[in-house]
């Protein structure tokens, strides 16, 4: 009798978990496509003036700004670790093929600079491979200096930005202020905050990369002025002095957000501006490889929903502003795009 009621008891067990395992597949099998959003897709730059300042995205927040003098690149995360990895918190470690690849083919021989606007994995993980590869400075928080400093990067390509202190790089002016991560995990916390207090050597699990501080970035040109918020925080009427034409919008985690934040957000980056092109980033799901562009799981992220809200908050509050969703590896010349057609 015992051993018949261990046996029932061990194949429900195993059908459970074979339905949980079921389940889980399906929900992350659940995805809306880009092409889904209903946004315009921007121009690329070739259909523009050849000395138009181009951005060029590349996955996640990573941002690569160029005038045909000077590129800043605003992140670096091309190393993509696996959703095992992830979940597992395994050691990762940067990726030198991939990052080779993706500095040659993106031509990135005029970097003048690194930004990465937190110091999370899936926007500073790679900072120190890149500066050692293009001799190219890192600005950033503390944090992101401890990841320098545990790839070898020398001193004197490592600044910490402090008091909104504006730097030159050719004909950019860069300022970072600071700003707030998304606050999305439980009780309203922000997932693996904190600082990186010692040099960030790998391989290291993905925890190891805290947040150690965010900011809102303002690269201004005579072109005109572009705003990155790489993250979906904000912190009320920081940027009511800042005017910018263009505005690079994280959405990630709006949605779980909800509606009431999601429109404070809009209204204290995007009306706080006056942008009046914005381009979502931080959309996308980072455990893909590197080129490879899908929309998360709907249960995790559902961008769809959120492109609806905001497209609703640029009719209520910012008509004249036009929402894009961006190409992977496509150079764009957001000074220059055109309104898309209503």
Do not use: C
Not at 19 to 48: F, K, N
Request: charged residues 20%; glycine residues 8%; aromatic residues 10%.
């Amino acid at each position: 009798m015992w051993l018949t009621y261990a046996r029932r008891t061990a194949f429900a067990l195993v059908a459970l978990l074979v339905l949980i395992s079921l389940l889980l597949v399906l929900l992350w099998r659940d995805r809306a496509g880009v092409e889904d959003i209903g946004w315009a897709t921007p121009a690329v730059a070739s259909a523009t003036r050849p000395d138009s300042v181009t951005v060029t995205w590349l996955g996640v927040t990573t941002l690569l700004f160029d005038d045909g003098e000077t590129q800043i690149l605003i992140d670096g995360f091309f190393s993509r670790p696996t959703l095992a990895d992830v979940i597992l918190d395994r050691p990762v470690d940067n990726d030198a093929p991939r990052i080779n690849y993706a500095i040659n083919e993106f031509r990135m021989r005029r970097l003048a600079a690194i930004i990465p606007v937190h110091s999370h994995f899936d926007h500073a993980m790679d900072i120190g491979a890149i500066a050692n590869r293009t001799s190219a400075s890192i600005l950033g928080s503390a944090s992101s200096a401890q990841i320098a400093r545990g790839a070898g990067v020398p001193e004197d390509q490592i600044t910490i930005a402090e008091n909104s202190q504006v730097f030159e790089f050719g004909q950019f002016s860069v300022q970072l202020r600071p700003t707030a991560h998304v606050p999305f995990g439980w009780g309203g916390t922000v997932p693996l905050d904190g600082t990186i207090d010692e040099p960030l050597e790998t391989p290291q699990p993905v925890s190891a990369w805290r947040m150690g501080g965010a900011y809102t970035v303002i690269l201004e040109h005579p072109q005109g002025t572009a705003l990155v918020q790489g993250s979906a925080g904000f912190h009320k009427y920081a940027l009511r002095d800042v005017s910018a034409d263009v505005i690079m919008l994280s959405v990630s985690q709006l949605d779980t957000m909800g509606r009431d934040y999601a429109e404070l957000y809009w209204q204290h980056i995007v009306t706080a501006t006056g942008g009046h092109s914005v381009y979502a980033i931080h959309f996308d799901d980072f455990t893909k490889p590197f080129g490879e562009v899908a929309l998360a799981p709907r249960f995790i992220d559902n961008f769809s929903k959120t492109a609806g809200w905001l497209e609703g908050y640029r009719r209520r509050w910012d008509k004249n502003a036009s929402l894009f969703v961006p190409e992977f590896g496509k150079p764009i010349a957001i000074f220059a795009q055109p309104a898309p057609e209503s």
